[in-house]
């Protein structure tokens, strides 16, 4: 069977699909037991992490798998399984920042101190929201550069 699905579509299938599948995976499938302790220093907080990103990334695994076979995206296992990774690993580093984006100090979490010195503190100190806001635009940047990792040449 030839492939005659753009590159261009797969990547707005792909995005859509990683996009509606994040939702799903971030607020209806979350344990909240995990959504609480996700963002605590140790063991306890890494393990609930862990916990959220491997349904998260499920979620989304399925949505890719079931979705490339009905349309006939012919999605690459490899690409696929990398754009899984960029997902799940930038999820991870994003939610251990629960309950920490107004901290500044040393012991706050690398994004938080990133999203500080770019500019942010004045915002995450002054908007209980501004958290919460900037965890989802993180959450959307990678779920782009997901896609175009899955999107790309099928051979």
Same mark, same amino acid.
């Given at each position: 069977?030839?492939?005659? %699905?753009?590159?261009?579509?797969?990547? =707005?299938?792909?995005?859509?699909?990683? #996009?509606? +599948?994040?939702?799903?995976?971030?607020?209806?499938?979350? *344990?909240?037991?995990?959504?609480?302790? &996700?963002?605590?220093?140790?063991?306890? !907080?890494?393990?609930?992490?862990?916990?959220?990103?491997? +349904?998260? %990334?499920?979620?989304?695994?399925? /949505?890719?798998?079931?979705? $490339?076979?009905?349309?006939?995206?012919?999605? $690459?296992?490899?690409?696929?399984? =990398?754009?899984?990774?960029? $997902? /799940?690993?930038?999820?991870?580093?994003?939610?251990?920042?629960? !309950?920490?984006?107004?901290?500044? !100090?040393?012991?706050?979490?690398?994004?938080? *101190?990133?999203?500080?010195? +770019?500019? &942010?503190?004045?915002?995450? #100190?002054?908007?209980? !929201?501004?958290?919460?806001?900037?965890?989802?635009?993180?959450? &959307?940047?990678?779920?782009?550069? =997901?896609?175009?990792?899955?999107?790309?040449?099928?051979?």
């Amino acid at each position: 069977m030839r492939d005659t %699905t753009t590159a261009a579509a797969r990547f =707005a299938a792909v995005y859509a699909l990683l #996009t509606a +599948s994040h939702e799903a995976g971030d607020y209806w499938l979350q *344990r909240d037991a995990d959504a609480v302790a &996700k963002g605590r220093h140790g063991h306890e !907080g890494r393990a609930a992490c862990v916990r959220h990103v491997a +349904s998260y %990334t499920a979620t989304q695994a399925l /949505a890719l798998a079931g979705a $490339s076979r009905y349309l006939g995206l012919r999605l $690459s296992w490899r690409r696929t399984a =990398a754009a899984l990774a960029v $997902s /799940a690993a930038t999820h991870y580093a994003a939610d251990r920042c629960a !309950g920490h984006w107004r901290e500044d !100090g040393p012991e706050a979490p690398a994004l938080v *101190r990133f999203a500080h010195r +770019s500019g &942010k503190g004045q915002w995450l #100190t002054r908007d209980p !929201g501004a958290g919460p806001l900037l965890d989802q635009a993180w959450h &959307k940047a990678w779920i782009a550069a =997901a896609a175009l990792v899955a999107a790309g040449p099928t051979r």
